[in-house]
């Protein structure tokens, strides 16, 4: 199965609007369509749940992290108010307030760690 990537970027800040440099994004894997062992692997991209994938913002807050399509990943980063989990979108490129805004965002979740 070839898989394809969405490369989902953003900049953070927090609640009062400052940027949040030098912070670390956790996505982590919850469900992927898979075979019937229950992952994929693709070159050096291994599928299986728990896997995280991280993120660094630079000094400005920016960041991008490139994502299996279909995937569903978890996100928390308190000081931004993100708390939730979404499927990785069909699109090439998507920015992260993109997705919190949209309908595949689900706030909440419960971490399956």
Do not use: H
């Not at 953003?10 to 440099?21: E, P």
């Not at 978890?74 to 920015?95: D, K, W």
């Amino acid at each position: 199965m070839a898989l394809e990537f969405c490369i989902v970027s953003g900049t953070l800040k927090d609640f009062a609007g400052n940027v949040l440099a030098k912070q670390e994004l956790e996505f982590r894997l919850r469900t992927f369509k898979a075979d019937d062992e229950g992952e994929i692997v693709c070159g050096d991209y291994d599928l299986k749940v728990g896997v995280v994938t991280r993120a660094r913002t630079d000094s400005s807050g920016n960041f991008e992290v490139t994502l299996p399509r279909g995937a569903e990943i978890s996100l928390n980063l308190e000081e931004a108010g993100i708390n939730g989990y979404f499927v990785v979108p069909s699109e090439a490129t998507r920015t992260l307030s993109q997705i919190v805004n949209s309908a595949i965002w689900n706030d909440q979740y419960e971490d399956l760690n």
